[in-house]
Structure formats: structure tokens, C-alpha cells
């Protein structure tokens, strides 16, 4: 009983360590996201070529927040989930 609890808790701390890098994660590229935003508004039309990578880039950054984003909520689901199974598990 006592080595389920164990593993439980430290599967637990391993997803909840998981989910605060991707959380990390996150917000560094939504900062990169608003970084790329805001050099956008400075670029000349005649950098057309930069222009056309940063928006490039910005699309990217956002696809890979969005797939991190379902990690986040897969992982928050599984913490949640563990909390109930020990929540009800008998003593």
C-alpha cells in the first residue's frame, strides 16, 4: 500500500514538473510571438523578404503553442486524475 502511494506521489510530482516546463514553454514563445509582432510593425515594405519570414515564423510559434497547449491539458487532466485515484483508494 505504502509503495502505490509512493509511486503515485511520485508519478504525480513528475507530471506536475512536466506540465510547469510546457506551462514555461508556453510563455516563452508567446513572447517571442509578440516580439515577432511588434518588429513586424517597424520592417519597411521594401524588406518584404523579412517581412515574409517573420510572419512565417509567428505562424509557426503559434502552431507549436497550440500542440503545447494540449500537452498542458493532457497533463493537467492526468494530475487530476491521479488526485482522484488516490482520493479513493481504500486505506
Known amino acids: 500500500m505504502e509503495e ?43 524588406q518584404i523578404d523579412e517581412k515574409i519570414k517573420a510572419k512565417e515564423k509567428r505562424k509557426l510559434l503559434r502552431k507549436e503553442i497550440a500542440d503545447l497547449r494540449i500537452k498542458a491539458r493532457n497533463d493537467k487532466g492526468l494530475m487530476k486524475w491521479l488526485l482522484m485515484e488516490r482520493t479513493y483508494e481504500p486505506i
Do not use: P
Open 4 to 46: 502505490t502511494f509512493k509511486h503515485n506521489t511520485d508519478h504525480y510530482l513528475r507530471i506536475v514538473y512536466k506540465h510547469s516546463k510546457v506551462m514555461h514553454e508556453i510563455e516563452v514563445k508567446e513572447n517571442e510571438v509578440l516580439s515577432i509582432s511588434e518588429r513586424l510593425e517597424d520592417i519597411s515594405e521594401i
